[in-house]
């Protein structure tokens, strides 16, 4: 009996997640912790220069929570040292739509577009990143710098 209520919650958990109303996070019941342990693996993969499976980590972890900000970032940096300037920019669109403030992926998002020629639309995001970056965050000297040396130009 317990077997096919198992059986029946997982059916509807699943039913939940095709019609879009649950991440396949709340389907296996994965917990925050054990996500972030994942995307450690992540860091250290990108870290080590195995841009490849640092991107197959994060990309997994974006399909399982794609409501984390934290996994749409990463993933985003990866995607652009991964060679792939559109995924990036993507990824970051998704995490700025999540975390419209999160400064990090404004300037991330910036620098993609600055390796893209589009200085106009990484100037627009470093002035958003400017707006919303905390004083004692070590990004608002990076912010700051970056605006200065584009004003220059």
Do not use: H
Not at 68 to 88: H, Q, R, S, T
Not at 112 to 140: C, E, I, Y
């Amino acid at each position: 009996m317990a077997e096919a209520n198992d059986s029946q919650a997982l059916a509807a958990r699943l039913q939940k997640w095709a019609d879009g109303k649950a991440t396949l996070k709340e389907v296996r019941g994965y917990t925050d912790e054990e996500l972030y342990s994942i995307a450690r693996i992540g860091y250290f993969f990108y870290y080590q220069g195995k841009v490849e499976e640092a991107r197959t980590v994060f990309q997994g972890l974006y399909a399982v929570n794609p409501l984390d900000p934290y996994f749409a970032k990463a993933l985003g940096v990866v995607e652009m040292a991964a060679g792939n300037p559109a995924g990036a920019l993507a990824a970051y669109d998704v995490c700025l739509k999540i975390s419209p403030q999160d400064s990090a992926a404004y300037v991330g998002r910036a620098e993609v577009k600055l390796a893209s020629n589009q200085r106009s639309a990484a100037v627009d995001d470093l002035r958003r990143a400017a707006q919303f970056v905390s004083p004692k965050d070590p990004l608002k000297d990076k912010v700051a710098a970056l605006l200065q040396r584009l004003s220059k130009k």
